[in-house]
């Protein structure tokens, strides 16, 4: 065939149907993940959260409010490595100012980008570098093996201090300072929620 051919046969394509590809109103803009996203109906106990770090990662990814973009911000300084799916709430923010953090248990890692439906089963008060900065801790609400918990005390001791401890020890080596409270009561997370800005 030749190339004045190939190129004719190339422009009798059908056109492509944007209906088709996209739902949104507005073609070739893709859903911001922050401001496009609602928290959905039953909030604050189960929330949609955007996934910003898988569970096993080292990788520190941070949302890019401006573009909606998942960027890296670091590679953790330390050996250890995030226990479980982080994120965020879309539209809630902290009194840090960035968006409010979510430690979602389930039992896969999860694509930074995705958005899962979690649900609050307490809340871990932390102050990171004299700042307070409190993380939800929730479960997938779709993981058949982690939706039954309601509350953060049903969880067992080594996952507890798993996560203590994770928070404790990943900005050692950065010369930063972390302190991690107890545990609150899913009612805590559901005041936190529903308080952020």
């Given amino acids: 065939m030749s190339t004045s051919k190939a190129s004719e046969s190339h422009l009798s394509l059908p056109p492509i149907d944007e209906k088709k590809l996209s739902p949104l109103p507005n073609k070739g803009v893709a859903a911001h993940p922050w401001h496009d996203l609602e928290m959905g109906p039953e ?5 949609n959260c955007v996934v910003k770090i898988g569970k096993g990662s080292k990788v520190k990814y941070e949302l890019d ?6 960027k890296v911000d670091r590679i953790l300084y330390s050996s250890v490595v995030y226990p479980h799916n982080y994120g965020f709430i879309p539209r809630k923010l902290c009194e840090d100012g960035d968006p409010m953090d979510v430690l979602v248990l389930m039992q896969e890692p999860v694509l930074p980008g995705c958005f899962l439906r979690a649900k609050a089963i307490g809340l871990m008060p932390m102050i990171d570098q004299g700042e307070k900065d409190d993380k939800i801790i929730a479960v997938c609400a779709d993981d058949p093996e982690y939706n039954y ?10 996952r507890l201090a798993e996560i203590r401890r994770f928070f404790e020890d990943y900005k050692k080596n950065e010369k930063k300072k972390v302190l991690v409270d107890d545990f609150m ?3 805590s997370a559901h005041e936190a929620i529903q308080h952020s800005m």
């Fill in 43 to 47: 909030a604050p106990a189960t929330f």
């Fill in 185 to 187: 009561p899913p009612s």
């Fill in 149 to 158: 918990y309601t509350d953060i005390k049903e969880l067992p001791p080594h």
């Fill in 65 to 70: 409010q401006a573009t909606g973009l998942i």
